[in-house]
């Protein structure tokens, strides 16, 4: 994986107006998470040693390099797996849209399907996606969909390459792989909602084919206390750690905290500070859902409002709480600032993928366009999203829109690292 991390560096130093067979980029979303660093990762090393070796292929996180440091489970679970940071290549880097033009450009997108309005131009470029969020891309002959609703990605990716790579699979990119699915699916605890079937048979596959890999629990709490900590971040880094924007007739963002709320209104100059967020990036209203787990690995959410308009958030709030698709089941708690409105949520499987819809449908109630943007603002424009129908039951075992890879099932997964195996021990 070095060496190729190492010849991705190199190659994206020559001049691409030099010919040749132009650039394959694998790129995952804006959030970057582990999950998409990790698909980006993987997948273009299984494209460069199997499918296109003619071409150069080249993974690209979606972030400035600057917002890694943000990421305090990514850099741990590189530094885990011995990969370095500095050989990691981010959209800052690396100008997609002169690519193309020099050309050839292609390109795959992983942990996501449809490209924001910002990169709208570089649609016609999009060879390949594989996804496990709900489908947004117009299908095309020209470009394969692989869209399932399993908990990770990366269970996605290790079928792709089980199917027609099982032979680049080594130590350190099973060990990328099998984290992702782990720290996805939270550590394959069916009471945090995540999980689904195929995600346990590939993390189990992972394990028999590869019994040095970390303990799963161990890996899991290690990672999971990497994201959690938060005790170097001001406010406004821990709001920018996990944002999305919508703004239709007011401009909000939300947040997801990785902390208790009690924790986190007991930050010094907390609503100076939320103030100072709203003001410096034109926010009328911040949400701000919080996730911390239960020892048994059960999530705790809870919901906060803030804005100076009581009004703004009054209205909000009283739509949050009649909200039936889905239901939050929100009580109202005490809040230590008077433009803060606190809430426990009852429905803890409704994560900032189920609220964003209700968000969005009450921006069109009270009328005006809204506009989804991820990450952060600035970062070169906003995405014009229209954000689907959330499914009544996301703990499905596939999806109906797929016509990408067939089904893997256990038996088949099996056979194939017993096949990986014979082939390394001769």
Do not use: W
């Not at 193309?100 to 990169?119: I, M």
């Not at 926010?283 to 959410?301: A, C, G, H, K, V």
């Amino acid at each position: 994986m070095e060496e190729f991390l190492s010849s991705c560096q190199r190659a994206v130093k020559v001049n691409p107006d030099q010919g040749g067979s132009g650039f394959h980029v694998v790129m995952g979303n804006e959030a970057c998470d582990v999950d998409s660093m990790v698909c980006s990762l993987t997948y273009a090393y299984f494209l460069s040693k199997t499918v296109q070796r003619e071409t150069v292929v080249v993974p690209v996180l979606n972030i400035r390099q600057s917002d890694l440091e943000l990421r305090s489970d990514n850099l741990l679970l590189l530094r885990q797996a011995g990969v370095s940071p500095e050989l990691l290549l981010f959209r800052d880097q690396l100008d997609l849209r002169s690519l193309q033009r020099a050309g050839p450009l292609r390109l795959t997108l992983v942990d996501h399907n449809v490209l924001p309005s910002s990169d709208s131009s570089l649609e016609g470029a999009v060879v390949e996606v594989i996804d496990h969020h709900l489908l947004e891309r117009e299908p095309s002959p020209s470009c394969p969909v692989t869209v399932e609703m399993v908990g990770s990605c990366a269970t996605l990716v290790t079928e792709h390459i089980i199917q027609k790579g099982p032979e680049i699979l080594d130590q350190q990119v099973a060990q990328l792989l099998y984290a992702a699915v782990v720290l996805d699916c939270v550590n394959m605890a069916p009471s945090a909602g995540k999980v689904t079937p195929r995600d346990t048979q590939v993390a189990a596959a992972l394990e028999r084919s590869f019994p040095a890999l970390p303990p799963r629990g161990a890996l899991f709490q290690s990672l999971s206390n990497a994201k959690f900590d938060v005790s170097g971040l001001n406010t406004e880094q821990m709001l920018l750690k996990d944002m999305k924007s919508v703004s239709g007739h007011v401009n909000l963002a939300v947040s997801v905290l990785y902390a208790t709320l009690e924790d986190f209104l007991q930050r010094a100059e907390l609503e100076a500070g939320l103030s100072d967020f709203c003001l410096k990036f034109g926010f009328d209203l911040l949400l701000m859902m919080t996730i911390s787990f239960t020892e048994n690995q059960e999530p705790i959410r809870e919901l906060a409002l803030f804005s100076h308009s009581a009004t703004c958030r009054e209205e909000m709030g009283l739509y949050l709480e009649q909200a039936h698709n889905p239901t939050l089941d929100l009580s109202p708690i005490s809040s230590p600032y008077p433009h803060l409105t606190a809430y426990q949520q009852g429905n803890s499987l409704a994560s900032r993928k189920k609220l964003l819809p209700i968000v969005k449908d009450f921006l069109r109630e009270r009328g005006g366009d809204c506009r989804l943007v991820d990450g952060r603002l600035g970062d070169g424009g906003e995405e014009e999203s229209r954000v689907p129908p959330t499914p009544v039951n996301s703990l499905v075992d596939g999806c109906p829109l797929d016509d990408g890879l067939p089904h893997i099932s256990a038996q088949d997964l099996e056979d194939m690292f017993s096949k990986m195996a014979d082939r390394r021990a001769k």
